[in-house]
């Protein structure tokens, strides 16, 4: 299987900023998705990376490298509206067809 | 941006009985969507590609004679969990992906909190 690795929980406080890291199986990988959950709630897509490097979009960044297998979610100025879990996905190909594997997501808190 | 609906949003059903579940893609063709399946504290676990037209392919472990899915057109599939049990209730999330040529983004359904009693 395409095993993603992500921490279980992480607590940061309001204003802050946090790192959320994702490690996966790179054989047969062609992309890495970012989606947030709030309890409850279907996921809500963040981002996307197909090459190295890092993708900014206002508050959250997403940083990939292919060649260690390594992704992670940055986010800054961080607000309470910010608490849910935060899924690390990666898409991968094989007999025809490009599937979505999961990480267990990672259950973010924000303090004041 | 591409939407996804699904219904029920909520359904609570006896032991036994069967429940279908709709989703649809208001604003898009989806030739693939995929049915998932969420339990408390739990990561999405992929249940099903349902592709129109042609068969579902199930993951292992996933019952194809319990777990109906059909995907008739290319705005809607359906899953209808036959003869549900109590361990069957659980959060279903559908989502369609986005069309072909693009960046194989997929769009979630709001979920379907199914409780068997």
């Known amino acids: 299987g395409q095993n993603i690795d992500q921490p279980t929980e992480m607590t940061a406080t309001e204003g802050a900023i946090v790192q959320i890291n994702c490690t996966y199986q790179t054989s047969g990988f062609n992309g890495l998705f970012w989606y947030q959950q709030h309890a409850g709630e279907a996921p809500t897509f963040l981002s996307y990376n197909v090459l190295d490097g890092l993708e900014e979009k206002g508050r959250f960044s997403s940083f990939l490298s292919r060649s260690k297998g390594y992704s992670y979610l940055l986010l800054k100025e961080l607000q309470m509206k910010d608490s849910a879990s935060y899924l690390c996905?990666?898409?991968?190909?094989?007999?025809?067809?490009?599937?979505?594997?999961f990480g267990k997501g990672t259950k973010l808190s924000v303090i004041p | 941006g591409a939407v996804v609906s699904q219904h029920p949003s909520r359904v609570i059903c006896k032991s036994g009985t069967s429940v279908k579940i709709e989703c649809r893609s208001l604003?898009?063709?989806?030739?693939?969507m995929f049915w998932y399946r969420q339990f408390p504290k739990q990561s999405l676990m992929l249940m099903a590609t349902s592709n129109e037209g042609s068969k579902a392919t199930y993951e292992q472990g996933v019952e194809k004679d319990k777990f109906l899915i059909n995907h008739a057109s290319l705005t809607l599939s359906t899953l209808t969990v036959t003869s549900a049990h109590p361990e069957d209730s659980s959060f279903y999330i559908c989502?369609?992906?986005?069309?072909?040529?693009?960046?194989?983004?997929?769009?979630f359904g709001p979920g379907t909190r199914l409780t068997v009693t």
């Open positions: 604003d898009f063709q989806a030739t693939t």
């Open positions: 989502s369609a992906r986005s069309p072909p040529g693009t960046t194989y983004e997929q769009y």
């Open positions: 996905a990666g898409l991968y190909s094989g007999a025809g067809s490009y599937q979505l594997t």
